[in-house]
């Protein structure tokens, strides 16, 4: 992956919709939500393999063992295969929340916290490009890591716990990936107003990155968000967004055998056709969550100036440390020098002593013998 071309890609990209519904007599209805994506380098993208696959078309280099330290690589469909990847170009993690403000009573929901990493690959034209535009788009992979997503201890988003592996894990993991090369603007027409084709099956962000000529980034953000709202108000409003052209609202579709339960936020954005419904933008903003901005586990790793002003202190600690360890070597080497020369010098006493002890022995043996034979 040629990332000084597409490195500027990394990092924290929201999305986010607001809008407001009158409702006569009980006043209005504030809606709010957010997709808060970071993405970052994957520590085990040594172990990518790319072997000549057409990832823009969704195919991914899967590694074949024979046998000891001997392995074939192969293009296959993402969406063909349950084989996992060993590493990939990219992590992404997600977060996110949505708020319901009825004539001031506020209802909050959320992930609780950073969902990931999901692993991704970053195709890109580079090799056939005749011109410094391009594109980059992520694919979703399976890959050692896909198995670990784990639901946040103060996740709120879906009343049932089990649901988070249909909309954030395994299963919407597999399920963007056989969808994720296509169109996804009707994903969930098979489920509109029915169940007879079964349960709405949600899929996860999608972003492409494209640069132009003059190299300057264009992004196009595909996301459905998917809600199932609690309470007959809040359902019945939804069925009335989702009427409404200007609202960022679909459905209802079939969910846990309802066939009007589950809705999206539809987030589309596209930045060569910006959309007045959502806004996207790079970096953090207000109105989401701090915690939103940056995963925790990764504050401090990548760049900026925390990281300048952590790795003068950090290089002092390590000098100073290394100085005492070096210390601590020296002298625990002298001592054992010491220890040494102490027990080889033990040794030869205690060698010398039995020898004299010996001797003393054989005289005393020799008087106690003349004695008697006199």
Same mark, same amino acid.
């Given at each position: ?141 399976? *890959?050692?890591?896909? @198995?670990?997503?784990?639901? %946040? &201890? ?5 009343? =049932?716990?089990?649901?988070? /592996? ?29 169940? *007879?084709?079964?349960? @709405?099956?949600?899929?996860? %962000? &999608? ?5 132009? =000529?003059?190299?300057?980034? /264009? ?46 936020? =539809? ?108």
């Amino acid at each position: 992956k040629n990332f000084t071309r597409w490195g500027e890609i990394f990092g924290t990209w929201v999305a986010n919709a607001e809008y407001t519904y009158h409702i006569p007599i009980l006043g209005d209805i504030t809606v709010k939500a957010y997709v808060s994506n970071h993405l970052s380098c994957d520590s085990l993208g040594t172990y990518s393999r790319e072997c000549g696959c057409n990832g823009l078309e969704n195919e991914v280099c899967i590694m074949t063992p024979i046998d000891y330290n001997h392995n074939t690589f192969s293009c296959m469909p993402m969406n063909d295969t349950d084989a996992r990847v060993q590493g990939s170009d990219a992590n992404m993690y997600v977060y996110f929340g949505a708020s319901f403000d009825v004539a001031g009573d506020v209802t909050a929901v959320d992930t609780g916290g950073w969902v990931g990493p999901y692993s991704l690959l970053l195709p890109d034209d580079d090799d056939n490009r005749t011109t410094n535009a391009g594109v980059t788009k992520i694919r979703y992979v399976k *890959s050692p890591q896909t @198995a670990l997503l784990q639901r %946040p &201890l103060d996740y709120t988003l879906t009343t =049932d716990p089990a649901d988070f /592996r249909r909309i954030f894990s395994e299963e919407a993991v597999n399920h963007t990936i056989s969808k994720q090369s296509g169109d996804i603007s009707d994903v969930f027409a098979p489920y509109y107003k029915t169940c *007879s084709n079964g349960e @709405a099956r949600p899929i996860l %962000p &999608l972003i492409d990155f494209y640069l132009d =000529d003059d190299e300057k980034l /264009r992004i196009k953000f595909r996301y459905h968000l998917f809600v199932y709202p609690d309470g007959d108000t809040l359902q019945s409003k939804f069925e009335d967004w989702a009427e409404d052209p200007t609202k960022p609202v679909s459905g209802p579709y079939c969910w846990n055998g309802d066939p009007n339960k589950g809705f999206t936020f =539809d987030f589309n954005f596209d930045s060569g056709n910006p959309s007045d419904l959502v806004n996207f933008n790079a970096g953090c903003v207000s109105g989401i969550p701090d915690e939103a901005c940056v995963p925790p586990n990764l504050m401090g790793c990548e760049g900026g100036s925390e990281a300048d002003i952590h790795s003068t202190q950090s290089a002092t600690l390590d000098l100073s440390l290394t100085f005492y360890l070096a210390v601590g070597a020296a002298l625990l080497a002298a001592c054992t020098v010491c220890m040494g020369c102490w027990v080889r010098r033990l040794k030869r006493d205690v060698k010398g002593y039995k020898v004299e002890l010996e001797g003393r022995r054989s005289m005393v043996d020799h008087v106690s013998g003349g004695g008697e034979d006199g």
